[in-house]
């Protein structure tokens, strides 16, 4: 029996578009059918480069009421929720639950308006920094929108499942559906070259905000001697880069710490394939895509426990380690503890491939997420 889902999500995203893309070039085997609504093209804090003829699936871009404040992103669009409920399809809330629209969706449901079933994607983390703070309302009112999902919580792994325990909210109806990235561009695996009379290059990829991200604090907390023996190459822009660039030449890093700026999706494919060890020092990061991308291109990993996929990328002390980024202490031991490791990364790097083909192959992810719909 067919099955048609309506994706209701914010934008378009680059691993968004290969995610439905593979999606779609199973539709026609498996009688699974799907649209997908975009709230809009993007969003003031995202530099990707969309080329809208990339998208072969449907989808409808909405243009409504669109405003930022103090990072939390206001959308408003009528018109989408009109379509998205009159075509009596399931309705996969894919944006964050305290989106404006999916929150309106939710109402309607509780006031009995609509019929559809309303299913929701989660990349629930209670270890970001927002869901630290304590604010009863938030509580209350998350309780309350979670309450009226009658289809399947669509998450991608464990970590929202301890979220969602620790919010003392039932989940059922669980789909595995891990962010995913294009295998064909970052599963393109190169030989791994560990040279040992050479530095090794660490790479970090993020938004240069530091309150988030914590470069500087990881930076600072493996020390300017062990600095001095790698080239850790940094790719990425944003609010803390003149902060970055003061600290690199109060110290004379120049030498040692680079700062790449805004790369495209080729130029990162190929910064993974250059380099040794991948770092995530963040001090918060729902699922991040870069954990996904770099295990998949065979990196061995550096990352911070607060990051919401480390579970499934990561296999401590098979193809990296996690640390915890407010304790400099741990950070720098477990860099160190890496580096004594060496003639083991190339072992650690079939482990992240491995573990890649497991988790986060796009064709297998995908058919278990059909099979568990159209099983039903």
């Known amino acids: 029996m067919d099955k048609k889902v309506v994706f209701f999500t914010n934008i378009i995203a ?218 850790l190459r940094i790719a990425g822009t944003g609010s803390s880069f003149d902060e970055y660039v003061a600290y690199i030449k109060k110290n004379k890093l120049d030498n040692h710490i680079h700062l790449l700026g805004n790369l495209t999706q080729k130029e990162i494919s190929v910064e993974y394939q250059k380099a040794n060890i991948f770092v995530l020092p963040s001090f918060s990061d729902p699922s991040p895509l870069t954990l996904i991308e770099s295990t998949t291109s065979g990196l061995p990993l550096l990352v911070s426990e607060r990051c919401g996929n480390h579970y499934e990328a990561l296999v401590e002390g098979e193809n990296g380690y996690t640390f915890d980024p407010y304790d400099s202490v741990d950070i720098k031991s477990k860099f160190e503890k890496l580096m004594s490791q060496r003639d083991q990364w190339a072992k650690f790097s079939e482990n992240s491939i491995l573990i890649a083909k497991h988790n986060f192959d796009n064709n297998k992810v995908l058919k278990e997420l059909i099979t568990c719909y159209l099983s039903e």
């Open 14 to 231: 680059p691993y968004r578009v290969s995610l439905f893309n593979n999606l779609e070039n199973l539709r026609k085997e498996t009688g699974f059918d799907f649209e997908v609504y975009f709230m809009r093209l993007t969003e003031s804090n995202r530099n990707w480069e969309i080329n809208l003829n990339d998208l072969k699936f449907k989808y409808e871009i909405g243009h409504g009421i669109y405003f930022s404040i103090h990072k939390y992103y206001f959308h408003f669009n009528p018109i989408l929720i009109f379509k998205a409920i009159r075509s009596k399809n399931e309705i996969i809330l894919g944006a964050a639950w305290n989106n404006i629209n999916v929150l309106s969706i939710a109402l309607l449901k509780s006031l009995g308006l609509i019929n559809n079933t309303l299913s929701v994607w989660s990349e629930a983390n209670y270890l970001t920094i927002s869901s630290q703070k304590q604010n009863k309302f938030r509580d209350n009112l998350r309780r309350w929108f979670f309450s009226k999902i009658d289809g399947h919580f669509v998450i991608p792994g464990k970590m929202a499942q301890q979220s969602f325990q620790k919010w003392s909210i039932p989940i059922k109806n669980t789909i595995l559906l891990p962010n995913l990235v294009s295998n064909e561009l970052f599963g393109k695996i190169v030989k791994y070259e560990n040279k040992l009379n050479e530095e090794p290059i660490f790479l970090i990829i993020a938004r240069l905000e530091e309150n988030i991200k914590g470069v500087l604090n990881f930076i600072k907390s493996i020390g300017i001697d062990n600095l001095m023996g790698i080239q």
